[in-house]
C-alpha cells in the first residue's frame, strides 16, 4: 500500500462548478501537507501549504486537513479552464523530504 | 522569486550513455533533491543534498549518482543509462528544514533509445 493515495482522475468539471481534490495517508508522522499544481510539461508550482490540522484560505483555493482521518482536500470554487492542471498532494514529517499523491487530472470544460 | 533551472527540457540518449543533468538555484538554498515523475507513480526521490559534497540517496537511487560541488549546482548523473530510465526528471530545493516547501525547476524530458 502506497503512504499517499490519490484518484489519478481525470476529473472533468464545467466552468464556474466547486471543485474537491482528496488524497489519504497512512503515516501519522506527517504534519506538513502542501499541494502543487502541475501544468502539462511544467515543474508543479506550490499552491497551498498547511502544518498540521485544520483549514487555510487563499482566493479561490482552500485546503482542509483532517489528521484524524488521515485526509486531506483542496477545493476550488468558481472553477477557470486555467485551473485545468494536474495537482499533486505532498506531505512530510520533517518538511525537507516530502512524500507524493500520483497526482489528479483536471479537466475545466469553458 | 525562486528561481530553479535545469540544463536542459528534453534529452535523447542511448542506451549505455553517460547523462548529466544539471541543476542550479540562485537563492542560496541549502537543501537540493531530484526526483523522477512517472505515470502512476508520481513522483519518487532519487538523491538529496543538504550541504555542498553531502548527499544521501533517496527511495530509487539504483542507477544513479550525483555531484554537489558546489552550493547553488546539483548533477544528476545516469552512469549507463537504460530504457527504463526514460522518464520526466524534476529538480528542486529548500532553504532549510523549517516550514519552507520546495521550489521545482521546469523538468528535463529525457528519452533513452
Redesign the interface.
Known sequence: QKEVEQDPGPLSVPEGAIVSLNCTYSNSAFQYFMWYRQYSRKGPELLMYTYSSGNKEDGRFTAQVDKSSKYISLFIRDSQPSDSATYLCAMSASSYKLIFGSGTRLLVRP | DVK?TQSSRYLVKRTGEKVFLECVQDMDHE?MFWYRQDP??????IY?S?DVKMKEKGDIPEGYSVSREKKERFSLILESASTNQTSMY?CAS?K????????????T?LLVL
Open positions: 530553479v537543501n502512476g507513480l508520481g513522483l519518487r526521490l538529496f543538504y524534476l529548500i532549510g528544514r523549517g516550514r519552507e516547501t520546495q521550489y521545482f525547476g521546469p523538468g524530458r
